[in-house]
Each structure stands twice: as structure tokens, then as C-alpha cells.
């Protein structure tokens, strides 16, 4: 179960957000009929994308995971 607050993995691209499967987002809210605001943010922690997001577009980050660095 995903609740606010969890970092959660995208698996699907958005690139007209300029984010890729596999970027980490925070869930900011979770919608009573489902789906989440998700935000996603930079190293300095500014907002790059906030979207509303399908159940199945994301999947909660478990155990150790590699974060990368990539141009935003």
C-alpha cells in the first residue's frame, strides 16, 4: 500500500516532463478513488514535476535502490 509520503519508482517515461522509468518521486497526496500527486524534485529540492499519476504508472521504492544523477 502507498500512502503520503512514500518514495515511489515512475515506470512509465513522461518526457514532456523530462522524467524517465525508473526516477524517484514523493507521494503528496493519495486520491480516495485512487491514483497520487506525485513530486518529483532535483538535488536542491526544487519542484521539477508535480503530476497526478495512475496506480499503475508508479510502484513503491523497496530495498536499497541506485539514485542517479542526470540532467534535468
Do not use: S
Not at 503528496?28 to 499503475?56: C, I, Q, R, S, W
Amino acid at each position: 500500500m502507498i500512502r503520503e509520503h512514500d518514495l515511489v519508482v515512475l515506470r512509465r517515461d513522461k518526457r514532456e516532463w523530462g522524467l524517465e522509468a525508473g526516477d524517484v518521486g514523493t507521494v503528496v497526496l493519495v486520491y480516495p478513488k485512487g491514483g497520487y500527486m506525485v513530486e518529483f524534485v532535483d538535488h536542491e529540492g526544487n519542484t521539477l514535476a508535480l503530476l497526478d499519476l495512475a496506480e499503475e504508472e508508479v510502484e513503491p521504492l523497496r530495498g536499497p535502490a541506485l539514485l542517479r544523477a542526470k540532467t534535468a
